[in-house]
C-alpha cells in the first residue's frame, strides 16, 4: 500500500461542490405562500431533554434566574432557588408577605399592658 492510496493524490481535482453541500434526488414542491404541497415533510430534530416542559405551575426554566446573594440558581418566574419547589408569582408573594415590621411594633405599642408604677 502506497502512500498515495492512503492518503489520496493531491493532484486529482476536488469533488463537485454541490455533492459536497448535499444535494439530493427528493422532490419537493412548495406553495407561494411557503406551505409544503408534494414531497418530504420537514423533520422535527429531536432533542436528548424535554423542551417546553414547566413543572410546579413553572412559567420559566430552571436556571433562568441567578441569587448573587447565595450564588444559586433559581426560576425567574417566582425567583425561587429551590428546584423541585412549586411556583407562587412574585405579584402574589407579596400578597402573602407579612406587612412591614414598622407596623407590626405600632399595633403591639397600642395593646401592651400597663407598667407596674401606672398601678
Known sequence: ?????????ASKPAPNQELILGQTEHYVE?????RLVKGQEKQVP??????????GNHTSVWGSFF???SRQWGYACCHNLSRNAYCVPVSEQ?????????????DCLLYTSPSPRDS
Do not use: L, Q, T, W
Open 1 to 9: 500500500m502506497c502512500i498515495r492510496d492512503r492518503y489520496g493524490n
Open 30 to 34: 412548495y406553495s407561494r405562500d411557503g
Open 46 to 55: 429531536k432533542s436528548k431533554f424535554p423542551e417546553d416542559v414547566h413543572p
Open 67 to 69: 441569587d448573587k446573594r
Open 94 to 106: 407579596e400578597m402573602i408577605a407579612p406587612p412591614p415590621v414598622a407596623e407590626e411594633v405600632e
